[in-house]
């Protein structure tokens, strides 16, 4: 699905939309407007890098620019028409040393029943990438939430420490249509699990995860996830932390 747009600072038009199935995917939708060449050469100065036009004055003359990445937890930059150019502003997290970062691979697998399946991989900075100890994080929701290709404090956190850590968009996740969402109604400890499960496998397939050193931790439906997944396939993973889970829907349903 579209999950947002590109707004034109001069006149509100849509000059671009936005996909997220793996990294953001810019498509341009507008390219007669002439702020689609400004947007161009901004992004064109920021390689590998998400940017938006945040806010502007009422003229378009003065234009807040957003730009972020899986490194980047976000900056903004003030562009002026008049001059051409762009002045920084500020930095969320401003002591994230963006060199030292660790830098999310977007991946895609055919699940058991064959519906085509969205993750992320946050790698550690300095690694090759192969049988690292991997945290396979779920999501919470499992109705609409989903993971997307961003700066994430808690991924980079392990991944300072040397840990992989694998986000799941399983059925149910929002991005991808009502039907792909309305996959996870009754799906729980299945359809939802067995996604998890058999990206876990994919990890250790391709070469990414050490099959002997793979914990599952999340919070919310991520918690109800983690304690679930390792009660189907107990010898898959070694470790299981649930925080402020969702473990029990009838009663969650009473109250």
Wanted: charged content about 20%; proline content about 5%.
């Amino acid at each position: 699905e579209v999950s947002r747009w590109i707004s034109s600072p001069s006149d509100d038009t849509v000059l671009a939309v936005v996909t997220e199935a793996g990294a953001p995917r810019i498509t341009l939708v507008d390219e007669e407007h002439p702020d689609t060449e400004l947007y161009a050469s901004l992004a064109g100065a920021f390689p590998g890098q998400v940017v938006d036009f945040s806010s502007a004055t009422r003229d378009g003359k003065q234009i807040i620019v957003s730009v972020y990445s899986d490194k980047n937890p976000g900056e903004l930059y003030l562009y002026d028409r008049d001059s051409g150019k762009a002045r920084f502003l500020l930095k969320g997290r401003e002591w994230v040393d963006t060199a030292k970062s660790a830098s999310i691979r977007s991946f895609s697998f055919i699940a058991r029943d064959g519906l085509k399946i969205h993750g992320y991989l946050t790698i550690p900075a300095g690694s090759n990438g192969k049988n690292l100890p991997l945290i396979v994080n779920p999501h919470g929701g499992p109705m609409g939430p989903r993971d997307d290709w961003r700066y994430n404090p808690e991924a980079q956190l392990f991944a300072s420490r040397g840990y992989a850590t694998m986000q799941v968009n399983f059925r149910g996740s929002g991005g991808f249509g009502k039907a792909f969402e309305d996959k996870a109604y009754g799906q729980w400890r299945t359809g939802i699990m067995n996604d998890i499960i058999d990206a876990t496998q994919w990890a250790i397939k391709v070469g990414v995860a050490d099959a002997g050193r793979i914990c599952i931790y999340g919070g919310s439906f991520g918690g109800y996830s983690a304690m679930m997944a390792p009660a189907r396939e107990p010898d898959l993973f070694h470790c299981a932390v649930g925080y402020v889970g969702m473990y029990d829907a009838q009663i969650q349903i009473k109250r």
